[in-house]
């Protein structure tokens, strides 16, 4: 480890796209692990856009990341950024960062972040290792993404919620959730909050599904029903979800709510904390050891380098354990 040592100083920092609680205990562990084994740490403002604009703190310390273990959203800030996409945007923040004597990144980000880190490396030869920071939970690599635990509680939460005004007015309400085309938050909210059904990208449902449902239920004297819609779903739009099961049944007073970006705000919870910290050590001992483009995951509770190309091919399951005893439960 020595010998890695020398061939690697200065870790540079990020996150990119869209951020998710967690980011900054991850931050916190890169910094700290880094000054651990001698590293100078360069914190990079805005992912990519910051890359470009030379908007980089050229030392952290312990002391720059203390109190933000528990804090949601990221320090660094995040952004997306087009002129990154081209080989001269590219180039010019590569420029920036071999002037700093940054010579390794870790990248915490999504699908997105991981695409640009390894266009990066390959055309500047840079090692760099990604940690997985997104809601969605749609990396191959990582039994769990940082920030999904995190979304998927605060979804519960606000079903819980909306459930004790359903009860009260015998509605139904159409809950949509965060994922882009991941149903996991959906599949987790839907089981732990009582859902009647779940709709979710990978799976194509129908209509008439949803009514049988909701039909059954009334059968047994169900006063309030709550769907849980994942934003991608193949069925349509929520509101438009929401009218066609009316259509067939107009005794429901149905309701529609979006929950939004409520869902990437909050103090993460402590899987979160925990696993953006494992995680965050685990990218600098990985470029320690020579390892680059790779994602560290955590699969089975074990620490795993997943290359970037596979861990950017989203996944196109969900649990189905858990759909199945949501379908049971749902009774």
């Known amino acids: 480890m020595a010998e890695a040592l020398k061939k690697i100083q ?46 980089i703190i050229d030392e952290m310390d312990v002391r720059s990341v203390n109190q933000i273990l528990q804090k949601g959203g990221t320090i ?12 001269e945007g590219r180039l010019k923040a590569y420029k920036n960062l071999k002037a700093r004597k940054i010579d390794a990144l870790v990248a915490i980000g999504g699908n997105g972040t991981f695409t640009g880190a390894e266009l990066l490396s390959q055309e500047h030869g840079i090692p760099i290792i990604g940690i997985p920071g997104t809601i969605d939970n749609d990396l191959n690599g990582t039994d769990y993404t940082v920030g999904f635990d995190t979304a998927t ?15 009260s007015h015998n509605r139904l309400f159409f809950v949509e959730v965060m994922g882009r085309n991941s149903g996991f938050i959906a599949a987790n909210t839907g089981l732990a909050s009582g859902a009647v059904d779940i709709l979710i990208p990978e799976r194509e449902g129908s209509i008439d599904a949803i009514v049988e449902k ?33 259509s067939k049944l107009n005794y429901f007073d149905a309701k529609v709510t979006i929950l939004g970006h409520i869902q ?9 904390r925990i696993l953006a910290s494992r995680l965050g050590v685990a990218a600098v001992e990985g470029l320690i ?43």
Do not use: H, W
């Not at 890169?30 to 403002?45: D, E, Q």
């Not at 990437?264 to 979160?272: I, L």
């Open 76 to 87: 660094l800030e995040s952004a997306r950024c087009e002129e990154f996409r081209t080989p």
């Open 153 to 167: 509680n605060t979804a519960i939460s606000a079903v819980d919620n909306i459930r004790n005004t359903a009860m």
């Open 214 to 246: 909701l039909e059954k239920g009334r059968l047994r004297k169900k006063t309030s029903s709550i769907v849980v819609v994942a934003e991608g779903c193949k069925l349509g739009s929520t509101a438009d979800i929401a009218q066609q099961v009316c």
């Open 289 to 331: 050891a020579g390892k680059k483009n790779v994602m560290a995951g955590l699969i089975k509770n074990e620490v795993v380098y997943t290359s970037f190309k596979d861990a950017i091919i989203e996944k196109d399951y969900v649990d189905e354990e858990v759909l199945r005893v949501a379908n049971i439960l749902s009774i």
């Open 264 to 272: 990437r705000g909050g103090n993460p919870t402590s899987f979160d």
């Open 10 to 55: 200065k870790i540079g920092v990020y996150t990119s796209g869209g951020d998710s609680p967690g980011m900054n205990a991850a931050i916190r562990a890169v910094v700290r692990s880094s000054v651990y084994y001698g590293l100078t740490v360069s914190g990079i403002y805005r992912g990519y856009e910051g890359m470009i604009d030379n908007d």
